[in-house]
């Protein structure tokens, strides 16, 4: 009888064990949020506290810095073709789609954001420490 005793005692370890493993286990939607939280306040950062800090300019001044600049010709080429023919510089700002610059910098950014985001998510996950998390 007793190795019941023992059993018992170590279904229960186990069973606590569980528990807190599924307190560690990291959803999807908590992985996204701190994505978000980490380039949120990344990029709403104005001076850094420590040396290996990014600011808001500093993260988006590194995503652009890290494409050769052949990467820029699109933007390059479409604001040419947008000025060319334009008697003067007020006539060619009206026929610059800045929704289409918007885009093209999106694009050059975005994949070096996420890529930030993914790295840095850890540090903005719920704290095993901290309230419990909702499921």
């Known amino acids: 009888m007793s190795h019941a005793k023992n059993l018992d005692g170590n279904l229960a370890a186990l069973d606590a064990y569980q528990a807190q493993q ?3 286990e ?3 939607r908590e992985l996204e949020a701190a994505q978000v ?3 949120v306040e990344t990029l709403g950062r104005v ?3 420590k040396p290996s800090e990014y600011t808001g300019i500093d993260l988006v001044s590194e995503s652009l810095s890290e494409h050769a600049l052949i990467a820029f010709r699109p933007l390059a080429e479409y604001l040419r073709n947008s ?3 334009h008697g003067c510089l007020a006539d060619a700002v009206d026929s610059i789609n800045l929704a289409a610059i918007g885009r093209m910098t999106f694009d050059l950014i975005w994949p070096y954001l996420t890529d930030y985001a993914e790295r840095n998510a ?3 996950l719920p704290s095993v420490d901290g309230p419990e998390r909702e499921d």
Request: net charge negative; charged share 40%.
């Open 22 to 24: 599924d307190k560690l």
């Open 26 to 28: 990291v959803t999807q």
């Open 37 to 39: 939280r980490a380039l």
């Open 47 to 49: 001076k850094a506290t």
């Open 83 to 85: 000025i060319e023919g």
């Open 122 to 124: 850890e540090d903005y």
